[in-house]
């Protein structure tokens, strides 16, 4: 007869495997299993933290009557990671955003756009020029803000 101590070891192992597998750790011992797990936590809580902020400030972008689309860019390690939203969908906006992605040299890597009521767009944008100009995202954003001005004034 298996003990009762043979059985919670070999569950608890069981469930350190577990969990080693679902925090990709490599560790061995127990404890850098529980550190790995830890760290990974921290990474998950901070990516949700992350999306919440920006869902409550879209959805206070949606909720305010400013007509200027709203740009930020962030600098990724390859490129960039760009999200307009606008009050205001008016066709051809998705063209001249992405027509002002082409003229900076940007291939888009990634997007998520959304042109209901409201237009969003989250793209990543990597860099494709070769000849070792350096863009900065405060460069990308008055471009693509300029762009979407003249554009939204030329189609007013």
């Not at 900076?104 to 860099?127: P, W, Y």
């Amino acid at each position: 007869m298996v003990s009762r101590e043979h059985k919670r070891g070999s569950s608890l192992r069981e469930k350190f495997h577990l969990l080693r597998s679902i925090t990709n750790s490599h560790a061995e011992s127990e404890t850098s299993v529980i550190v790995d797990a830890s760290k990974y936590i921290k990474k998950l809580k901070q990516k949700v933290e992350k999306i919440n902020n920006e869902t409550t400030s879209e959805q206070s972008f949606r909720e305010s009557s400013d007509p200027n689309p709203m740009v930020t860019v962030e600098t990724l390690e390859n490129g960039f990671m760009i999200k307009v939203m606008s009050v205001k969908n008016e066709a051809g906006m998705l063209v001249c955003v992405l027509e002002t992605f082409e003229d900076l040299g940007l291939d888009v890597v990634e997007a998520r756009v959304s042109c209901t009521d409201t237009f969003s767009l989250h793209a990543i944008g990597s860099s494709n020029n070769n000849d070792g100009d350096i863009m900065d995202a405060e460069a990308v954003k008055q471009a693509v803000t300029e762009a979407i001005r003249t554009w939204s004034d030329s189609h007013a």
